[in-house]
């Protein structure tokens, strides 16, 4: 009944990352948790690897009354910007994971992105203060170059975020 070994708190109780749920056990202590809602990162072929077929992933979270969005993002990649708006309005003020694959790059990006645009927080801190959670978080060039646009355009993008779709 644990949650993922993988899960870190990026603020107690508000917004957890983690790598992919293994099983229908993980996800139930997802739920235990606390969590709510849940942002999938990988993209379908990742998820179908794992689970059989991207649907009996996203049933088995329903089962678990977890709300889900899927906003595929590739391996090494990061989110556009569109997608972290979507991200970051739907999360709204639900206590919410994010997951990816590895629960490092992918992941990482979005919880940095986050801290960055909903805290306030320097993008260098934002990658502090995830790596300190799960090291190795933010895997490549493209993944950090979106933290410091991020960073450049948080005042654009909390507005986007704050306005209705
Ligand atoms: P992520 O990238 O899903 O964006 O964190 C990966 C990191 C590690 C692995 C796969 C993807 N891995 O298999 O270890």
């Known amino acids: 009944m644990a949650a993922p070994d993988c899960m870190y708190w990026a603020e107690r109780g508000r917004l957890a990352g983690s790598c992919m749920p293994r099983s229908v056990e993980e996800l139930r202590g997802i739920r235990k948790a606390g969590i709510r809602r849940v ?3 990988p993209e379908g072929h990742e998820i179908a690897d794992r689970w059989g077929d991207g649907p009996s992933y996203f049933e088995a979270l329903s089962t678990f009354d977890l709300e889900f969005l899927h906003e595929p993002v590739p391996d090494m990649e990061a989110p556009t910007v569109g997608q972290l708006v979507e991200i970051l309005r739907w999360i709204g003020e639900a206590p919410s994971l994010v997951h990816c694959i590895g629960g490092i790059g992918r992941t ?3 919880i940095a992105s986050w801290l960055i645009v909903e805290r306030g927080m320097p993008a260098h801190e934002a990658l502090d ?3 300190s959670l799960r090291p190795g978080s933010v ?3 493209s993944q950090m170059r979106f933290l410091l646009d991020v960073e450049e355009n ?3 993008i909390r507005k986007l975020v704050g306005s209705p779709s």
Do not use: F, M, N
């Open 39 to 41: 942002v999938v990162l």
């Open 108 to 110: 990482g990006t979005v």
């Open 129 to 131: 203060t995830v790596r």
């Open 139 to 141: 895997q490549s060039y």
């Open 154 to 156: 948080a005042d654009k």
